[in-house]
């Protein structure tokens, strides 16, 4: 309880008011896209501020017509005090409208991964808060199976590649990869080639990429896709081969980790799987049966950067009910009930990890603290003709067998019109 008034006390301090009539206004206006379990849980968050504050937070959820409706307030002159950015592309739009109030000196950062705070500057200066963040840059593995075989972990890409090909000669195969995701699919395929891309390029090229300053016919670009070929187009590295990459959902995809005997030995996904792991598999323990390792590095002087998503919230209006409500969202307290509310990671590197439900978000939690590098999921930056477009439809083709050349040369073709519009 102490902290809690200590945390509460700081942010007071940060705002300038001294209690309940320090502010004005009393009350903060802030439009989600969030519904449903998500939206529950930001008002259980929210409860602690409200009821220690006075004010009275006012939540409008609007849905995926978030980024319409604020350009459409904004155009009027009411935009909301605050908003979750569907991402950081977004969060850059309105800041470099001059829409967005910087969050430098008013807002207490030091608590956060450097990484965000980071990824939410444009000019050097912070117009994003993110609140947590779900990482990408995870390959999936059964311990048990592993140590059976006497299979190390590896840490570097061409170890990886080693390992695949005694896995391949023992008879085994060493990935499970299923990109069947409805009118989605494609989406496991991007982030396979965002990944690599960090890892082979590093993060300024990469973001030169996603907005689409070099083309995708660039030797980069073709480089990272050359790798993911290194794993789904060689014979026996992935399970059902190209065909089990295209068809399998990819919900059911790590399945093939848990047969006996394996039907493959790693997958890489996102912290969300989990959840697909245990509802088909419920008996699993988690850090027994199953386990991650971070996605290798492949070029040294980039290191390990990570790949991932988050929930990211700007401001429209600077009053002191929006200081103190950023600031509460950015302590310890607030992300904790969040986070755990979510099986999300949070942001803030002091937040307990009693909150994460397994060791394995522990560790993924861990990873995000201590990342020097995060980029965001690059297909959520790009124009959604593209992102969620031509590059789902370009990988899939990649993996069916048509000329990487012929698939970047039609992929750039639609980023030429998507940009300038």
Known sequence: MLRKILAMAAVLSLVGAVGILGFAQKQVVIAVVWSGAELEAFEKTLIPFEEDTGIDVVIESVGRDLPAILVTRLAVGNPPDLAAMPNPGQMKEFANQGALVALDGIVDLSELSKAFIDLAKVDDRVYGLFISADLKSLVWYSPK?????????????????????????????????????????????????????????????????????????????????????????????????????????????????????????????????????????????????????????????????????????SAFNDTAETRALLNYLASAEAQGIWCKALGKLAVNKTVDPSIYPDPITVKAAEMLANAEVFRFDGSDLMPAAVGAGTFWSGVLDFVSGIPLDTVLASIEASAIDAYTK
């Not at 989605?184 to 990429?209: C, F, H, N, Q």
């Not at 030797?219 to 993911?228: C, G, H, L, S, T």
């Not at 799987?273 to 323990?285: D, E, M």
Request: proline residues 9%.
């Open 145 to 313: 199976a592993f140590a059976a075989k006497g299979y190390e972990v590896p840490t570097s890409w061409p170890a990886m590649i080693e390992l695949c090909n005694k896995i391949v000669a023992d008879g085994g195969t060493p990935w499970a990869l299923g990109m069947e995701s409805g009118a989605a699919s494609g989406w496991v395929g991007t982030d396979w080639v965002e990944d690599i891309m960090l890892r082979t390029a590093g993060p300024d090229l990469y973001d030169k990429w996603v907005s689409h300053e070099i083309s995708w016919t660039h030797p980069a670009v073709k480089k990272a896709f050359e790798y993911f070929g290194q794993i789904v187009n060689a014979p026996g590295y992935v399970y059902g081969g190209a065909t089990g990459a295209l068809m399998i959902f990819f919900g059911d995809s790590p399945n093939a980790l848990f047969t006996d005997p394996p039907a493959a030995y790693m997958h890489r996904q996102a912290t969300f799987i989990q959840s697909f792991i245990l509802t088909a598999n419920p008996g699993l323990v988690a850090g027994e049966d199953y386990d991650v390792f971070p996605f290798p590095p492949i070029s040294p002087i980039f290191g390990n950067p990570l790949l991932g998503a988050g929930d990211l919230i």
